[in-house]
Each structure stands twice: as structure tokens, then as C-alpha cells.
């Protein structure tokens, strides 16, 4: 029972560089979203989604794009990395059903832009 | 979007009741509200959840008014360990699906 897997947890990118970050849950969740969250700040949400197929801009989407293509799978990509980017990202996923045991996150991916 | 309003930070004690309450004005009349907690360098564990009146489970209690404009998370006997930051979130309520997380309680308990 994996849960939420993100990978990588660590990565440096140079400024103007793509990439992107992975998120795959096995819970067959249908909501998914990334937040970010600066050191020693609250999480901001980037982009959710409420099933393959569906994304939806969250509070701060700039710079990032999303897709899912799969209930499994929602990848978080970078177009051209920016030092205001560096941070920590999390992944989360939870059944839509009104009554539930919210999210599970993931471990993090801790993103450093030069 | 969502605005909740939550305590920077608090003090407590190891063994003693410690109520941290989020102000959420503007919720949705058909949302719920999620409490999470989180430790450094870790993502956020969901605690409890909500609609109305009091919800209880194994490690909190969670209480709502009837208005729903705020909730208050209850952890009783807290101990070292609970030292963490906590967090309400609601959704958006123009659009619940939004989730929008409060800015966090960082709560500090001493022995």
C-alpha cells in the first residue's frame, strides 16, 4: 500500500530549465492537486483535479502546467524554472465522496532553482 | 478564494487541553472542514473532519458552531510529540473543490 509516491525528493535546476515532477497514487482516488510551500510558510494550492482528464487552476498557477491522462497519475511540470520557484511540493490525493478521510500527501519533492 | 484565519502560533504544556480555532466566514453551505497536522519536513496528516456540532475520534475532537463561521480543534492531554503546526482547510466557496489551506497554528508544547 504505497499511498502517494513523488519523485524525486531532491532536485536543482538552473534557471530556465524544464521539468517535471511526478505523482502517483494507488488509492484510485479520483481528486488530486500539488501545493507548494515555501520554508516556514503555509501550503498554496497549484493546480487540483477532479478526475482524469479534468485540471483546474488552483491559487498559484503561473509557471507550472498539469495533466491526467490516468486516475493514478498527475504530473507536475515546470516550464522554465525560476528561483522564485524553489520550494518544497506536495502532492495529495482523496476520494471525492463528501465523507472522507481527506488527503494523503506525499513525501515532498524539495526543488531548488539556481 | 477561502480565507481562514488561524493563530500564528501557541503554547502549551504536556498534559494539558489545547484548542486551536479557525475562522472560516465564508464557507460553503455543503462543506466540510479538514484538520491536518504537520511535523518538519513532512507532508501534512489528515487529523479530523467535519461538518457540524462535534466530532470526535481517537486523537481529537473537532467542534463546530451551528453557524459554521469557525471550528476549534480540541487535543486533549497533549504531549512532546504533538508539537507541530496545524491546519484547518476549507474550500473555496465558490468552487469547494478548491482546497484551500489556512495559514497554520504552530503549536509548541514544553515539558
Known amino acids: 500500500n504505497a499511498g502517494v509516491t513523488q519523485t524525486p525528493k531532491f532536485q536543482v535546476l538552473k534557471t530556465g530549465q524544464s521539468m517535471t515532477l511526478q505523482c502517483a497514487q494507488d488509492?484510485?482516488?479520483?481528486?488530486m492537486s500539488w501545493y507548494r510551500q515555501d520554508p516556514g510558510m503555509g501550503l498554496r494550492l497549484i493546480h487540483y483535479s477532479v478526475g482524469a482528464g479534468i485540471t483546474d487552476q488552483g491559487e498559484v498557477p503561473n509557471g507550472y502546467n498539469v495533466s491526467r491522462s490516468t486516475t493514478e497519475d498527475f504530473p507536475l511540470r515546470l516550464l522554465s524554472a525560476a528561483p522564485s520557484q524553489t520550494s518544497v511540493y506536495f502532492c495529495a490525493s482523496q476520494s471525492l465522496a463528501r465523507v472522507t478521510y481527506g488527503y494523503t500527501f506525499g513525501s515532498g519533492t524539495r526543488l531548488t532553482v539556481v | 478564494l477561502a480565507k481562514t484565519t488561524q493563530p500564528i502560533s501557541m503554547d502549551s504544556y504536556e498534559g494539558q487541553e489545547v484548542n486551536i480555532t479557525c475562522s472560516h466566514n465564508n464557507i460553503a453551505t455543503n462543506d466540510y472542514i479538514t484538520w491536518y497536522q504537520q511535523f518538519p519536513s513532512q507532508g501534512p496528516r489528515f487529523i479530523i473532519q467535519?461538518?457540524?456540532t462535534k466530532v470526535t475520534n481517537e486523537v481529537a475532537s473537532l467542534f463546530i458552531p451551528a453557524d459554521r463561521k469557525s471550528s476549534t480543534l480540541s487535543l486533549p492531554r497533549v504531549s512532546l510529540s504533538d508539537t507541530a503546526v496545524y491546519y484547518c482547510l476549507v474550500g473555496d466557496p465558490h468552487n469547494t473543490d478548491k482546497l484551500i489551506f489556512g495559514t497554520g497554528t504552530r503549536l509548541q508544547v514544553f515539558p
Open positions: 467535519g461538518y457540524k
Open positions: 488509492m484510485n482516488h479520483e481528486y
